[in-house]
């Protein structure tokens, strides 16, 4: 026996429900036996539901998710998505690049109008926005490296462990998306250079106290990075670039002068440009908050809408 939970209580409703948790097949059993169309909402980052998609909207269930997984992991997983979104069936992820930000439908409408995309480059971890802009201002010397990095999850900028941030894994399964989205063939997000900032000897901490406890043993390594930028007039920030022609995606720390946009991001904002035929003189640049619950919240519900008025 299933039923519908009003909006305004679902959290409470379900922090007080002593009904066992479904299976994905039990859920997707009964979402296909509904009476009318039907949208799943994915706000997980589940590899598991994430590996149901192509059964789920084999099923009719249109999708809407913010979830990285599911168009990050393996190419066969991505073309097997979207060979099941038969016509009448959509899948919608804006929130899997960017949160809020129109990352993901500007690339399409320029795919779509026939622009040509030649390089795409930008900031896309809040997490790396806000410890590069702390740790190596336009302005100022900034803190050491480590402190730093606690200072930002004390903040919350961080997950529970930095290294989760740190690995740059986010960022490379969001320049996986978009690489896939321009026509690129990758395989994984794993399958292109990564610079990771965790030190070797750090990787295998015990915990995340533990890691924080032993990084200021390495601020040199990141200082000297950051020193070598200011002898040439720039700063040094966490970037991923993908290059068409070329066919090569990059995630990791390059020098940009300080007049550059990516140098002047402050907080935790994105910076995404996309360099294109008909934006060859000036790229096309979208900027703004690209992580935090409104946002994320904003892009999900933007696709929702979007969805539902296709399905009316």
Same mark, same amino acid.
């Given at each position: ?38 949208? /799943? ?76 995309? /030649? ?61 896939? /989205?321009? +026509? ?55 970037? +991923? ?25 402050? +907080? ?45």
């Amino acid at each position: 026996m299933f039923f519908s939970l009003p909006l305004e209580d679902v959290c409470d409703s379900l922090e007080k429900s002593t009904q066992s948790n479904l299976r994905i097949s039990e859920i997707i059993e009964y979402l296909a036996a509904a009476p009318s169309k039907v949208v /799943l909402v994915d706000n997980t980052s589940s590899q598991e539901i994430a590996n149901s998609y192509p059964q789920i909207l084999g099923e009719k269930i249109s999708i809407v998710t913010p979830n990285k997984k599911a168009f990050s992991s393996s190419r066969k997983l991505w073309e097997d998505i979207f060979t099941a979104a038969t016509p009448g069936t959509h899948v919608y992820h804006e929130s899997s690049v960017g949160a809020g930000l129109p990352i993901i439908s500007t690339l399409k409408d320029l795919i779509d109008t026939g622009d040509e995309i /030649l390089k795409i480059e930008g900031v896309f971890s809040g997490t790396m926005s806000f410890l590069f802009d702390s740790f190596a201002p336009v302005k100022g010397s900034g803190g050491s490296w480590s402190a730093e990095v606690k200072r930002a999850r004390e903040l919350g900028f961080t997950e529970p462990d930095p290294r989760d941030d740190l690995n740059g894994l986010d960022v490379a399964r969001k320049l996986t998306i978009l690489a896939r /989205l321009v +026509g690129m063939q990758v395989d994984s997000p794993t399958s292109f250079p990564v610079q990771s900032l965790i030190p070797k000897e750090l990787e295998d901490a015990a915990s995340a106290d533990e890691f924080l406890m032993n990084l200021p043993k390495f601020d040199a390594q990141m200082e000297e990075i950051k020193v070598s930028a200011e002898k040439e007039g720039k700063v040094v920030r966490y970037v +991923g670039s993908i290059t068409v022609a070329t066919n090569e995606i990059r995630v990791g720390v390059e020098k940009f002068s300080c007049s550059h946009p990516i140098s002047t991001l402050k +907080g935790g904002d994105n910076i995404i440009s996309f360099h294109t035929k008909r934006y060859s003189n000036s790229p096309l640049i979208i900027q703004g908050a690209g992580a935090g619950g409104d946002v994320t919240a904003m892009g999900v519900t933007g696709d929702l809408i979007k969805v539902i008025r296709q399905l009316s």
